[in-house]
């Protein structure tokens, strides 16, 4: 058999060297949004937000689009000259300086560029998707109201705190440095903002120059520790209770609120944010170890506090929310003397709870409230919960009394769960369902199994929301543990204090 030769073969090996200049590249267009680290790294970006996909897989910060390249942040440095002078100053380009290792040099205020870029693209958006008591599109806020603060570290920690989270939900993580792919550059910027605030903190708070509160107020004080109380607590870290409690020692030593100074309208708006987490945390906490700061403020000025206008996070009624403030004081009452001295008080209560009308809300209501089904609905939800709140905490399931003002138990928590679930299919009323939730879930311990996996259901629902911050979680752990042990009174399910809307 004649051998097959070189030439007739079909897979002739060439010779000699490869002309490389006749390989042609195939030619694609370069984006420009994609994220910093993929563009270090030369590889094409997903853009998937908050975090790439190249970056959870290869386990890299994600450095987040190009946002001082954006026509966006540009214009955002023209019109803020008196805000960011040192941004105006040197303006963001294209080309940046690099290091001895070819990585891009940070310019200066990077952060705050990026912080408020990061609200204005998810965090104020979904919260106005989720707004319940919306009348129309949200009107921009002048970073007039922002003078001094923009660029604190605390501001900073707390919108790092807020995208730690988000990453947290997209990935369906705990929020653990070690199980959050792409976010250890987030926690060591977080950390090391909130060692440099606590320093300045302690420094201008010792450091006075003048009359206490104006130094106070000129520094932004109160704000601050908002903040570094918010972004500790979301994030589920220990010391933001004490964070909380120096934020009452302040308002306290100084009068608040009956001397409540107006020309700050950041420090009402988180006056009123912190009082509401004072009185639904107390509601959620054993009588021994609720905050007692919230108690100096009489119930009239806490609820004139609420009551301005409305308050999304937590859309109760006026009316309502002061009976919560009212049970939580009645409480301490409770606790120290038999169930008979309350009753009086206790039937002066419900009869208010009684007499709001859902349907009339809108007409009667001091701000102005939209003509939707979800703000009746939620306005009933929130009627009986307040109402079963007063009854569980108090102990009245189980008083006599001649002519009871307060509900059934068992009628009441059946119709708060129907509407309940009618309210969960509606994405505008899904979040602010889990202080409801909590009521209810107390109210069905002792009951069939069904309706406990059915509050369970209800609060993973709610969890799932990215706005939800692990509060929902929280619940769901305190009610699973109260369950199993066959009690039914309010004050066997909860223990500490903690935030809850």
Not at 218 to 247: Q, T, V
Not at 261 to 268: A, D, K, L, M, S
Not at 316 to 337: D, H, M, S
Request: hydrophobic fraction near 40%; charged fraction near 20%.
């Amino acid at each position: 058999m004649a051998k097959l030769t070189s030439g007739d073969s079909d897979e002739t090996p060439r010779k000699g060297p490869v002309d490389e200049s006749k390989r042609v590249k195939r030619w694609a267009p370069r984006g420009k949004t994609g994220c910093g680290t993929c563009r270090r790294r030369k590889v094409r970006c997903d853009e998937t937000k908050p975090i790439c996909d190249n970056c959870v897989a290869t386990r890299r910060y994600c450095a987040g689009p190009y946002y001082q390249d954006s026509a966006q942040a540009k214009e955002m440095l023209k019109t803020w000259p008196a805000t960011f002078a040192r941004l105006s100053s040197s303006p963001p380009a294209s080309t940046r300086p690099t290091n001895y290792r070819g990585w891009e040099i940070v310019p200066d205020g990077w952060d705050i560029v990026e912080a408020f870029e990061y609200l204005g693209l998810y965090t104020i958006p979904h919260a106005v998707e989720m707004n319940a008591l919306a009348t129309g599109p949200p009107k921009p806020v002048t970073l007039a109201a922002y003078p001094g603060a923009v660029n604190s570290d605390s501001f900073l920690a707390r919108v790092l705190a807020d995208r730690i989270v988000w990453v947290s939900c997209c990935q369906r993580a705990a929020l653990v440095p070690n199980k959050l792919h792409g976010t250890y550059d987030l926690w060591f910027k977080f950390y090391d903002l909130i060692q440099k605030h606590l320093r300045q903190l302690n420094y201008d708070l010792t450091h006075v120059k003048g009359d206490f509160l104006q130094h106070l107020m000129k520094n932004r004080i109160f704000e601050r520790i908002c903040d570094l109380m918010e972004a500790e607590h979301i994030l589920s870290m220990p010391g933001w209770r004490a964070h909380f409690d120096g934020y009452f020692a302040l308002l306290n030593m100084f009068g608040i609120p009956k001397n409540i100074p107006t020309e700050n309208p950041v420090f009402i708006e988180m006056l009123r944010s912190m009082t509401v987490y004072a009185v639904l945390g107390n509601s959620v906490t054993r009588v021994n170890k609720q905050l007692c700061s919230i108690y100096g403020f009489n119930d009239a000025e806490v609820v004139k506090i609420f009551g301005e206008k409305g308050f999304p996070p937590f859309p109760c009624p006026k009316p309502l929310f002061a009976g919560i403030v009212a049970i939580n004081r009645l409480r301490l009452v409770a606790a120290t003397c038999k169930i008979g001295v309350i009753l009086p008080e206790a039937n002066v209560i419900f009869a208010q709870i009684n007499a709001f009308d859902p349907e009339t809300w809108r007409e009667t209501a001091e701000y102005e409230i939209p003509a939707t089904p979800e703000v009746v609905l939620v306005a009933r939800i929130f009627q009986l919960a307040v109402s079963l709140y007063g009854v569980l905490s108090l102990g009245l399931e189980y008083a006599h009394a001649s002519a009871p003002s307060w509900p059934d138990k068992t009628t009441a928590t059946a119709e708060m769960i129907r509407l309940m679930q009618k309210a969960l299919t509606m994405p505008k009323c899904r979040s602010v369902m889990t202080w409801p939730s909590a009521v209810a879930g107390v109210a069905v311990a002792g009951g069939p199994a069904a309706s406990r996996d059915l509050i369970l259901q209800m609060l993973m629902l709610i969890d799932s929301d990215v706005l939800a911050y692990g509060i929902a979680a929280h619940t769901i752990d305190a009610l699973q543990a109260f369950w199993p042990t066959k009690k039914t009174g309010w004050e066997d399910c909860w223990n500490n204090f903690y935030l809850l809307w």
